[in-house]
């Protein structure tokens, strides 16, 4: 374990931010781009944390599916940082990429979950996402814990790289250290939530509609559906809509729409305004307290409040519940669903 990732497993990543890649702290500082490489869940983790390093970074960054990057020519140059991420730690494709990255002079960075697993190996220093294991192959608390981690990093960055003032550090920082019980809050929506998936438990198509970080949330629940319930469904930007998935949409498509208060708020209100007047069933997770989307829409599940860049740790949850319940319902086996490995290691 000393050797993967240079004996600095973090025990509190909360109080050692960078913690685990001390030796590349300087290299990530004066970054002039970063690529991040992943597969599924994790690569949707990699989307959030593209939006949080360039708002606060100012870092350019390139986010890519592991399995088609380590099959092209990618431009990368010595000193690039590429990140890789994953739950399992073995993920073959996400391994490649790494190796291939590594060939053309990357800085190759880890975030993964299980300890001595071979992408921590591979990795020239990475941290330890620490969130347990995953009892089921549909990644779940393993994304929460990946984008703490990758935002604890970029704040860090910025802080040092003098992007962020210190005072709006300070407050995202205390925002993060509250979010358990944002979570824990959050958890509380089951019982409503299972009651709309009994409503939608049949239907053959959702779509998934997100804007700003709400959009990485939109494509992850709409593979958490997939994975666990088959159910086909497509996640997309919600200002993407108009551009061919509107066609979709009738009284038969259930819409969800991550729709928490953000600087993108207005413009999805104008999102659920155009689904209902298609006559599409809205399903809506919106900020507590919200007084407007609730009188839109067919569904409304409330979540806390919290700064932007951190709401995708919240607003996930009742969209993994939504699965969930969905899932078993149809009588699915959540934990092993069909057609799908724990690790997907060729
Ligand atoms: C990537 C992944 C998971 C998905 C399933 C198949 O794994 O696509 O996100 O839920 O388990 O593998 P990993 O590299 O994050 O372990």
Redesign the pocket.
């Known amino acids: 374990i000393k050797d993967c990732f240079r004996g600095r497993l973090i025990a509190d990543e909360a109080k050692l931010v960078l913690g685990g890649i001390r030796d590349y702290a300087t290299a990530l500082i004066n970054a002039e781009r970063i690529v991040i490489v992943?597969?599924?869940?994790?690569?949707h983790a990699g989307l959030v944390a593209e939006y949080i390093f360039e708002e606060f970074c100012r870092i350019p960054v390139e986010v890519e599916y592991a399995s088609e990057f380590r099959y092209r020519n990618p431009v990368i140059k010595e000193g690039d940082i590429v990140f890789a991420?994953?739950?399992?730690?073995?993920?073959a494709d996400?391994l490649a990429a790494m190796e291939l990255a590594k060939s053309k002079g990357a800085i190759v960075l880890g975030v993964?979950?299980v300890v001595g697993s071979s992408?921590s190996r591979v990795s020239h220093e990475g941290v330890y996402t620490h969130a347990g294991p995953?009892i089921g192959?549909?990644?779940t608390k393993?994304f929460t814990a990946q984008l703490t981690v990758l935002t604890m990093i970029a704040l860090k960055t910025a802080l040092r790289k003098g992007t962020i003032a210190e005072q709006r550090y300070r407050e995202i920082l205390v925002d993060l250290e509250n979010i358990p019980k944002k979570v824990e809050k959050a958890l509380k929506t089951d019982e409503q939530v299972k009651k709309i998936a009994e409503i939608y438990k049949d239907a053959r198509n959702f779509l998934y509609l997100g804007r700003g970080y709400n959009f990485p949330v939109a494509l992850e629940g709409a593979?958490k559906l997939k994975?666990i319930s088959y159910i086909h469904a497509e996640g997309y930007p919600a200002a993407e809509m108009k551009h061919g998935p509107i066609a979709l949409i009738d009284e038969e498509m259930p819409v969800v729409v991550i729709a928490t208060r953000d600087s993108s708020y207005d413009k999805i209100v104008s999102n659920i305004q155009e689904v209902k007047a298609r006559k599409g069933k809205v399903i809506a997770v919106v900020s507590e307290g919200d007084s407007l989307i609730p009188g839109m829409v067919d569904h409304t599940i409330e979540v806390p409040g919290t700064h932007e860049s951190l709401m995708p740790m919240v607003s996930t949850i009742p969209l993994q519940l939504l699965s969930y319940h969905i899932a078993v319902m149809r009588g699915c086996n959540v934990d092993q669903p069909r057609n799908?490995?724990?690790?997907?290691t060729v």
């Open positions: 992943a597969c599924g869940t994790s690569w991420i994953s739950q399992s730690g073995e993920t996400t993964c979950n992408i995953e192959v549909a990644s393993a593979l994975e799908l490995a724990k690790s997907v």
